[in-house]
């Protein structure tokens, strides 16, 4: 079937060879239908995407009628939502931030503690406009952001869709988190990775753009371009987390024999349980690389370490806490507390046993 594609050449910094096979196969008009773009490290998988979906459709996807966009979504009083009601939100959110992650996007929604979810609802919408005829007679491209995200009854009528799919039609799917999507979805997918980059291309991109302390952001970034814009704006999410993780540390350490700290422990439970069920998750993935990097600058792995502090905190000093004692119970806790997150779990609950056994671990080589 012959394709009408827009001719403009792609450029993607940092992934030149992949840019390279997808202009390729727009110029020989073989693109692929099904396409999955693994965006494990932030690395500007929704703006590949939409780089794509430009080519395809030759002008701004966004405003085009042949354009769908579907992203994961939460339900406003009790109503399933869809994303076409999120649309304007949305356009502004990715204006904004081109290389952004999901997380980003739930943290806009003031999401509380609201599950995010790709509904059936939003695959039936996106069906009945796919079967529609393109309004300008040539192709129609859809993206889905996170599919992981999919809900098993969405999952399954997504997989009807792709099993049968409407002609003229390319999907383009953008996932941080792979391991998670239906095999069956997986299986009909070309994979477009997008690797992590090197320490030195990301040093030189932040010097050319006049970015202070350069090294030391890029090491940090540990390879996500999204990871080295934040650190180089200073986010103050990402100050915050943090802040809350030493708030919550500095209480745990002077927990042993002193049970007045325990009403300490119980207020900072509180105010972790008030962030959105998101930056929850966000906050349990930064205690992660907290304890990461502390343990292995305990046993002199300095370079294995690229913790970069937006608070003053000195990695050094909760490294010696860390250690062959307790690593495994921390990581146990941590993907726990993640798991229950996950099953709707009571925040406050959670979080408060979270700090408990913090601080048992924390001080476990002293008792």
């Known amino acids: 079937m012959d394709f ?33 773009i693994t965006d494990i490290s932030g690395g500007g998988g929704l703006f590949l995407a939409t780089a794509i979906a430009t080519e395809l459709l030759g002008r701004d996807p966004y405003k085009h009628p042949d354009f769908y966009i579907s992203f ?47 509904s059936v609802e939003e695959i039936n919408t996106l069906y009945q406009k796919l079967s529609l005829k393109a309004y300008e007679g040539k192709n129609k491209v859809c993206v889905l952001w996170a599919p992981e995200l999919l809900n098993i009854s969405a999952a399954n009528k997504m997989l009807k ?6 002609s003229n039609t390319f999907f383009i799917m953008v996932s941080e988190r792979p391991d998670l999507i239906l095999p069956t979805i997986l299986s009909r997918s070309i994979i477009l990775n997008i690797d992590k980059l090197s320490t030195g291309l990301i040093k030189e991109k932040l010097i050319n753009s006049g970015v202070n302390n350069a090294s030391e952001i890029a090491l940090a970034s540990e390879g996500s371009w999204k990871t080295a814009l934040e650190l180089s704006s ?29 009403i300490e422990l119980m207020e900072w439970a509180e105010e972790v349980s008030k962030f959105s069920r998101d930056e929850q998750k966000s906050f349990l993935q930064y205690g992660s690389t907290l304890i990461r990097s502390a343990l292995v600058t305990n046993y002199s792995a300095n370079k294995a370490s690229h913790y970069m502090s937006l608070n003053d905190f000195k990695i050094e000093k909760l490294a010696p806490f860390v250690d062959s004692h ?30 408990l056994k913090i601080s048992r671990y924390l001080n476990k080589k002293n008792v």
């Not at 450029?11 to 196969?25: M, P, Q, S, V």
């Not at 869709?161 to 409407?166: A, G, K, Q, R, V």
């Not at 307790?326 to 700090?355: E, G, H, M, P, V």
Request: with cysteine; net charge positive; aromatic share 12%.
């Open 234 to 262: 200073q986010s103050n999410f990402l100050k915050t987390l943090e802040s809350m993780w030493i708030k919550g540390l500095r209480s745990a350490f002077k927990s042993i024999g002193n049970k007045s700290i325990v």
């Open 326 to 355: 307790n690593i495994i119970d921390l990581t146990k806790l941590l993907d726990q507390a993640s798991y229950n997150l996950k099953r709707n779990a009571n925040s406050k609950i959670l979080f408060s046993n979270f700090i």
């Open 72 to 118: 994961p979504v939460i339900k406003v009083d009790k109503k399933t939502e869809v994303s076409q009601g999120f649309m304007d939100q949305f356009k502004s959110f990715y204006d904004k931030n081109n290389y952004c992650s999901v997380n980003d996007w739930l943290q806009g929604l003031e999401s509380l503690n609201k599950q995010a979810s790709i």
């Open 161 to 166: 869709i792709l099993e049968e799919p409407p």
């Open 4 to 36: 009408s594609y827009h001719t403009k050449m792609i450029t993607f910094w940092g992934h030149e060879d992949l840019a390279k096979k997808i202009n390729r196969e727009l110029e020989d008009k073989k693109v692929p239908h099904f396409q999955l």
